[in-house]
């Protein structure tokens, strides 16, 4: 156990350094900088842009640049965001407990809406229940998350009034309000983005789960338990589903990654000032050293959420988790 | 479809009626703006957007503040802010401002003349690096002969040095801020909360979320109507307008041809016309982009460029892009600079016109695809266009089609507007579909449209050049009477339009989108926000979240 983990340090790490390398190189090719984007267009004079290229060091050679990155972040320094006047670190610090909140409910709610829909499509197979939900989750998977994002604001948000458009917390002064109100406001925010982001998921989830519960139905165990007299229900929660969930759990490591890709939109959409939005806005402005701490945490968590796939995937099925 | 449909002008014209008389407001009411953008920072002199004008001139005052008739010149119209008064000296180089002893920071410390000097310092301190420190380069210093009085010395007199000082120059808290070295200013914590001196003070700022700020009790202009100002951030610009179509903010500065068509039919959302100052054009590259020792091949040919600005319907191109919400442009002015002349004569639609221009020009229709061609060369060029903006996508389509009927072959290069930029800036392009946001100044056209030179034609991306404009601009800096001015930007714009260095395509119209309990005054074209402390909400019509009076924590 200690070897593959070690092993999987190692490779993580080897993943970090090829995705810093490669992104700092491709936004080499990407015209302009934090500068140019703020300032060409603007009667601002030449004399101030160099002054502000010079402080910030964007008046260095790329691979002086480079070399400064990398040395700056083996001390853990994130460098500076210079579209938002502060140190990258203190934007992260703020955007990243967000996206993990989004994409946490958005991964809880895919998964369970996701293996409930698997288990009534199994309880119905073939039958009306199955064939709709079926038609249903392939919607889901089908349908750009950007365009349900869309929608849900429009009607849910803007027409019908039900939800808040976007942000995370009603405007005006809420941090008198008490805790408990706080906790709901947040919530009512989060339930469209959520949700939204969570479609993809529970389609995904749900397609997977039905399948693989159709394959464990016909098991002798299965046929024993139903002989026993235990009704579906019970036969498919506590025989059939325990047996079947394995691979469903190894799609926790694909969808976590996928999830935070979808967010960059879903974010942008919502006014979710999480890391989705921060880095849309850093690509924007041309922000390299908040592009790169945000496309370096994304990729941290996709190692990482993989890394946790293979241990849970082996806690579940421990002889499956064997093999080669 | 109409967007400004005979039923949505009255109702539009009934609304601006109905805040023109709307004075007697009770105190009370948050307001709501709906912002495409975040302030980039609440320091003063670091801000560039407008986003971040409108936060900081909220919190801080401005000696003084330029009038409803937008002059520039002298001091005609100018209101008083911070200074009660001023005074110039027989020759001009010398202003002493006269503070308002009443005027106060927001915490309780009076403003004082060395607020002004210090301020002074850190605009033109490299170290700083303030946005617009080249508008003060007329000035000298700023001597403080008593606590309320700062005398500022300028090293030569010109008919704005008013306007740029007052404008640009925002008194600073030197009792705050003046222990910091100039070069931390940029990054101090201090920024992040800042004190001010204006009706608004600052109470919360989560970056790209929101921005809060209270009125401020002891304002000594008085206390502001409204009990604070919320600025809610989102960046899709569809999420912005539905958050004022849900009542969720009461101000949208500038709704779009499409927010517009969505007004609900209930008058809940109103739309209030107020002139904006963008101008949008083709502009042509009169250099080479490859060698810009060279002509451009096509666009160094003066009547080349006024054939194909001929084959250009503009009007339906405005029509078919904005329907009412824009007019075709003029020339390097938009309407509502004091300067701009509607009487000048600009090159018309002429199809016949244009065939005949291009047909003596050598450039003949070749059989098969139509297109034009001299000596073997294709009349065809590449329209630059910035992928961030749809109605300049659209106009570009709409001009490559008008092209192609006259024979002209058009390619688009739609592209991100980072690399828009770095292409304009570089000279990297044929033509280009551009715009711009003048200011009240008429100053900025010889950035934009003059010779490149030190000082001047740092915006000029198509390097175009002619001497006669220059000598007109120059002259209508230099003037002192208004009359002058005019006569003088009159010339040089006639010689622009007749040069043709870009097709001037619209001026759009702006359009704020207000909620229906929300009172404004007139909204002033250069800075929506310049009333906003008199604006009122209807008690009436107040809400739970007004009710949750924004207080400094």
Redo the contacts between chains.
């Keep these: 156990m200690t070897r593959r983990i070690v092993v999987r340090l190692l490779q993580a790490a080897a993943v970090l350094a090829v995705v810093a390398t490669a992104v700092f190189v491709l936004l080499q090719f990407?015209?302009?900088d934090p500068f140019?984007?703020?300032?060409?267009?603007?009667?601002?004079?030449?004399?101030?842009r160099m002054?502000?290229r010079a402080?910030y060091g964007f008046d260095l050679p790329p691979a002086e640049r480079f070399v400064r990155w990398i040395g700056a972040l083996a001390h853990g320094e994130l460098g500076?965001a210079a579209?938002?006047?502060?140190p990258v670190a203190d934007?992260v610090a703020?955007a990243v407990p967000r996206t993990l909140l989004l994409v946490g409910v958005a991964l809880a709610l895919g998964f369970a809406a996701g293996i409930l829909v698997g288990l009534v499509q199994a309880r119905h197979h073939r039958r009306w229940p199955d064939r709709l939900l079926g038609a249903l989750t392939l919607g889901g998977v089908a349908m750009p998350e950007f365009l349900l994002g869309?929608l849900a604001?429009?009607w849910l948000?803007?027409?019908w009034?039900l939800f808040?458009?976007?942000?995370?917390?009603?405007?005006?002064?809420?941090?008198?309000w008490p805790a408990w109100e706080r906790a709901l406001d947040l919530l009512w925010h989060l339930a469209l983005p959520a949700v939204v982001l969570a479609v993809g998921v529970a389609a995904r989830v749900a397609r997977h789960q039905r399948a693989a519960l159709l394959g464990v139905l016909g098991e002798d165990y299965i046929r024993t338990a139903r002989a026993k007299g235990l009704g579906e229900w019970r036969v498919l929660w506590h025989h059939a589903l325990p047996n079947a969930i394995g691979p469903v759990l190894a799609l926790l490591g694909l969808a976590l990654p996928s999830l935070i890709g979808g967010a960059v939109l879903i974010e942008?959409?919502?006014?979710w000032?999480g890391m989705g939005?921060?880095l849309?806005?850093a690509l924007?402005a041309?922000d390299y050293p908040l592009v790169l701490a945000a496309v370096l945490l994304a990729t941290v968590v996709a190692v990482v959420a993989r890394a946790l796939t293979d241990v849970v995937a082996e806690s579940v099925a421990p002889r499956r988790a064997r093999i080669p | 479809m109409h967007l400004l449909t005979p039923r949505r002008l009255a109702i539009a014209l009934c609304c601006l009626a109905a805040c023109r008389g709307g004075d007697a407001a009770s105190p009370g009411g948050i307001l709501v703006v709906s912002a495409g953008a975040d302030a980039e920072t609440l320091f003063p002199p670091l801000t560039v957007g407008n986003q971040g004008r409108a936060v900081t001139e909220l919190l801080y005052d401005k000696l003084a503040d330029i009038g409803p008739g937008l002059n520039t010149i002298g001091d005609g119209g100018f209101v008083p802010k911070l200074a009660s008064r001023w005074e110039w000296s027989a020759d001009s180089l010398t202003i002493a401002f006269h503070l308002d002893a009443r005027a106060r920071w927001h915490d309780g410390r009076a403003v004082t003349a060395r607020d002004v000097q210090y301020a002074f310092r850190v605009w033109t301190d490299s170290a700083v690096g303030a946005a617009q420190r080249n508008a003060l380069a007329t000035i000298d210093s700023i001597s403080t002969p008593d606590s309320l009085t700062a005398r500022v010395h300028f090293r030569e007199r010109t008919p704005e040095q008013f306007f740029a000082l007052v404008y640009t120059l925002i008194p600073l808290p030197a009792h705050r801020l003046a222990a910091l070295p100039d070069s931390a200013l940029h990054d101090a914590p201090e920024m992040r909360a800042p004190v001010g001196s204006g009706p608004f003070r600052f109470v919360s700022w989560t970056p790209r979320v929101q921005l809060e700020l209270a009125a401020n009790e002891t304002y000594y202009g008085g206390r502001p109507t409204l009990d604070g100002v919320v600025f809610a951030v989102a960046a899709q610009g569809a999420t912005v307008a539905a958050r004022l179509l849900s009542g969720e903010a009461d101000f949208l500065e500038q709704l779009s041809p499409t927010d517009f068509a969505q007004l609900p039919a209930d008058g809940r959302v109103r739309a209030q016309a107020f002139g904006g100052f963008d101008y949008a054009f083709v502009q042509f590259n009169i250099r080479d982009a490859r060698d810009a020792g060279r002509l451009h091949p096509l666009f160094g040919d003066r009547a080349l460029r006024r054939a194909l600005t001929m084959a250009v319907d503009r009007a339906t191109v405005v029509r078919s892009v904005f329907d009412s919400l824009a007019r075709p442009a003029i020339g390097p002015f938009s309407r509502t600079q004091w300067t701009a002349d509607t009487t000048l004569t600009g090159i018309p639609f002429d199809v016949a016109g244009a065939a005949r221009a291009l047909d003596s020009l050598g450039w003949r229709r070749r059989g098969g695809d139509g297109m034009r061609e001299r000596a073997g060369q294709a009349l065809a060029f590449a329209l630059l266009a910035p992928a961030s903006s749809r109605t300049r996508q659209a106009a570009a389509v709409l001009l490559q089609a008008q092209f192609k009927a006259a024979g002209v072959q058009v390619t688009i290069e739609q592209v991100d507007f980072n690399a828009f930029l770095d292409r304009a800036h570089r000279g990297a392009f044929d033509a280009m579909v551009g715009g711009v946001r003048a200011s009240p100044s008429p100053r900025g056209v010889r950035d934009l449209w003059g010779t490149s030179a030190p000082g001047r034609g740092a915006l000029n991306w198509g390097r175009w050049s002619n001497a006669a404009f220059d000598v007109q601009v120059d002259s209508a800096l230099a003037a002192s009477d208004t009359a002058s001015v005019r006569a003088h930007f009159r010339s040089a714009y006639q010689t622009a339009i007749d040069d043709a260095p870009a097709i001037w395509l619209y001026e759009p119209r702006i359009f704020a989108g207000l909620h229906r309990r929300l009172t404004t005054g007139a909204i002033r074209p250069d800075a929506w926000w310049s009333g906003v402390a008199r604006w009122s909400i209807d008690p009436a019509q107040r809400l739970p979240r007004d009710r949750r009076a924004a207080v400094p924590r």
Excluded: C, K, Q
């Design positions: 990407a015209p302009g140019a984007a703020a300032l060409d267009g603007t009667n601002v004079p030449p004399s101030v002054e502000w402080r500076y579209s938002r006047h502060r934007v703020d869309l604001m429009t948000g803007a027409r009034r808040p458009v976007a942000g995370i917390a009603s405007l005006g002064d809420t941090a008198t942008r959409i919502f006014g000032p939005l921060t849309f806005d924007l041309r």
